[in-house]
């Protein structure tokens, strides 16, 4: 989290942390305190110690150490920058001072100050990630060339492998190191990270079982979990694992609390997100982006649209989120050019060798071809996951459209029936193409069901049209004279006099072959009677006619 802050800040202070010394011991060294890394211990030691008179050698770099990995960088900087201005300073303290300036966000001022300390293997690791927050390939190969085979040189190396979505490359790494140092326990949490974002979530479950065996209340290691749970499962499965973290106090929960609070909007599908999200936008990367998807699913695409115009994506998720959101945008606004910019998107994550095999790659290709109206490139894709996605309301109602697209209506209607969601079942797409299948499938009275469901509005007039002319084209003559009559009401339109007149001749045209009841005559001649037409008189003329030799009664 703390790497990837983008946003400059000044942290609070954490409270005190909870460890508690044992009575009837005597007060412990600072060596001791720092061996057992009760950083908590040691800054209390060294300021009683301060207040009292009594100050330990080189107390003030210790006290900025102390600070330092409590995550208190606050404290941390006021003390190393004290330090830099006394005339006989330490020039180490400057490279302390940049690590500083690095975790509050404040690049800059970290570059400036890390050249001013001598040459170190710390200097080069912090230049190395500056250059990555800076997207300088230059300087980033230099100080890359600059690292040596030893612990520390090589984790940093696998950060930036992480940062860069280099993941497998960091896992080498990590298992390296494990290789030779056991004990480095923590490790398995880098390395289940890295399986968590290249989608192995059950590998990932199993690493992290190694350190979480050691350290339980690891608010890291229990975040990942619950963020594993939530990929696996569900969000109160995700939620159930954070329950005792979120009910602690500790300095471990302090230490991630915002990370905490942000992943507990996402589990309860954004539930808070307004109050939660805003504040966290470039400290937590993601947050950004959950922002933008809670934005999209309260339809706000505009506002959604302005948080993400400016971000320059690096990685697949940041590419397909843009793609959606300019889809979005392009559909509600009719721009071609927001389309033409989300079926780049899309393509490009689709094509790239990372991603052309995975799940989110091949629906990128889906939504690449769904904008160029290939269906059948669609159809392809969406076939090779679709077992992923049975009871996927929005994977559905797109993979029905490619399906009716492609004229194949019977399994367009029942992929579409397979949707629950009444935000979609409302939408005026999915009822233009469930009535059409439903006409193509010769069931034209589902499709009259659901013209007589909807409020009169432009969509209902639209609907109409729809009934009209498709059940005309497949010979339903009788629901194409009964979308016809309104339409002529609604409209005085004589195209819709043309298309009920020819409809109503097509229904008796039925009736004569036997392949419509007889006794439908009687509603043809209303609705005929129901226009004021010179040509009416005559065609009515002759349908009584026939129906008087055949003895139907009108």
């Known amino acids: 989290m703390m790497l990837s802050r983008a946003k400059p800040a000044v942290g609070g202070t954490p409270p005190p942390g909870d460890r508690r010394r044992k009575k009837g011991k005597k007060v412990p060294q600072l ?24 100050q330990e050698e080189d107390a003030d770099l210790w006290i900025g150490y102390t600070a330092f990995h409590l995550g208190d960088y606050k404290r941390a ?12 300073c330490n020039p180490d303290v400057w490279v302390n001072l940049a690590c500083t300036y690095f975790f509050l966000g404040m690049y800059m001022q970290a570059e400036q100050a890390a050249l001013k300390g001598p040459k170190s293997r710390l200097q080069n690791r912090l230049l190395f990630h500056l250059a990555h927050k800076f997207s300088d390939e230059k300087k980033l190969m230099s100080s890359h060339q600059n690292l040596q085979d030893i612990t520390e040189d ?11 979505s280099h993941y497998q490359e960091a896992i080498d790494i990590y298992k390296r190191i494990l290789l030779d140092n056991r004990e480095y326990l923590a490790l398995n949490v880098y390395v289940a990270l890295c399986y968590y974002k290249l989608d192995y979530y059950d590998v990932s479950q199993e690493v992290l079982a190694v350190y979480l065996q050691q350290v339980p209340d690891s608010t890291i290691a229990l975040n990942l979990k619950a963020c594993n749970h939530f990929r696996l499962y569900n969000g109160k499965a995700a939620e159930a694992e954070l329950k005792n973290l979120t009910d602690s106090a500790s300095s471990s929960f302090e230490f991630g609390k915002e990370l905490i609070r942000h992943n507990l909007v996402v589990f309860r599908g954004g539930e808070g997100a307004l109050q939660v999200l805003p504040p966290l936008v470039d400290v937590i990367p993601e947050a950004r982006l959950n922002l933008v998807i ?19 994506p690096t990685a697949p998720q940041e590419y397909i989120l843009k793609g959606v959101v300019n889809a979005a945008l392009g559909q509600e606004m009719g721009s071609r050019d927001h389309l033409k910019i989300a079926q780049q998107f899309f393509q490009l994550v689709g094509e790239s060798a990372s991603e052309c095999d995975t799940i989110p790659g091949r629906q990128c290709m889906s939504s690449c071809f769904f904008l160029l109206r290939q269906f059948g490139n669609v159809l392809i894709y969406l076939n090779s996951v679709k077992s992923y996605f049975y ?27 397979l949707i629950q969601s009444e935000k979609i079942k409302n939408d005026f ?6 009535a059409r299948c439903y006409i193509m499938n010769k069931k034209p009275q589902l499709a009259w069901k659901l ?15 729809l009934i009209a002319n498709d059940c005309y084209k497949m010979r339903q003559f009788y629901y194409s004279a009964k979308a016809f009559d309104v339409l002529e009401r609604l409209d005085s339109n004589p195209e819709y006099w043309e298309g009920k007149r020819g409809a109503c001749v097509g229904v008796f045209q039925m009736i004569i072959a036997g392949r419509e009841a007889k006794e439908t005559i009687r509603e043809v001649l209303h609705l005929l009677k129901s226009t004021s037409n010179s040509q009416v008189e005559y065609i009515v003329r002759i349908m009584k006619k026939w129906a008087k030799e055949n003895r139907v009664p009108v």
């Open 451 to 465: 013209y007589l469901k909807m409020e009169t509005s432009g969509e209902s007039f639209n609907l109409l049209q």
């Open 294 to 312: 809670y934005y999209l699913r309260q339809d706000d695409v505009q506002e959604a649209y302005n948080l993400i115009k400016d971000l320059e």
């Open 77 to 88: 900087l006021e003390e190393y920058e004290a330090l830099t201005k006394q005339p006989d």
């Open 429 to 434: 797409v999915y009822l233009s193409w469930l």
């Open 154 to 164: 090589q984790l940093s190396l696998a950060s930036i492998h992480y940062m860069r």
């Open 31 to 54: 060596e001791e305190l720092l061996a057992l890394r009760d950083f908590t211990g040691a800054i209390a030691l060294l300021e009683f110690k301060r207040h009292v008179g009594e």
């Open 391 to 417: 009871n996927d309301d929005t994977f559905n109602f797109n993979y029905a459209q490619a399906k009716a697209a492609m004229g194949n209506f019977s399994e367009a209607e029942e992929v579409f029936l």
